[in-house]
């Protein structure tokens, strides 16, 4: 089972990105999917999650209205669209899949190797 996140890059302030998570080797499609980030220094934080049928969503409140997570069921990809960024949302973002859309790390089964994030100012 593989999760491989893409769709990091350097992007200026204000500006956006859309990261995708596909996995393979096993289908997904029962599980709740979740990005979180790491920022240099500080502890792995959630960022969005978005439950199996993808009808429902869950956002931390710094991102809230900036960022929207979606899922592809059929291609096993999970998205997260990123718009107005800051460069306080510069970090490693990682996907995460596990059964219950939850805020807690612990509670995911399956990791993302993370894709790298930078907002300049």
Request: glycine letters at 10%; hydrophobic letters at 35%; proline letters at 4%.
């Given at each position: 089972v593989?999760l491989q996140?893409?769709g ?9 990105l ?5 996995s393979?080797?096993?289908t997904?499609g ?12 500080k ?17 931390a409140?710094s991102?809230?209205?900036?960022i ?21 949302d510069t ?8 059964p ?7 509670d995911?089964?399956?990791w ?10």
């Amino acid at each position: 089972v593989q999760l491989q996140a893409s769709g990091g890059g350097l992007v200026q302030a204000g500006g956006s990105l859309r990261l995708s998570c596909a996995s393979s080797g096993r289908t997904f499609g029962s599980y709740a999917m979740a990005w979180f980030r790491q920022a240099p220094g500080k502890e792995r934080e959630f960022v969005a999650a978005i439950n199996a049928n993808g009808d429902k969503t869950a956002y931390a409140n710094s991102v809230d209205g900036r960022i929207t997570s979606s899922r592809d069921s059929a291609k096993n990809t999970v998205y997260l669209q990123m718009n107005s960024l800051k460069p306080e949302d510069t970090a490693v973002y990682y996907c995460a899949v596990g059964p219950l859309m939850v805020p807690w790390p612990s509670d995911y089964d399956y990791w993302g190797q993370g894709t790298l994030v930078t907002v300049s100012s």
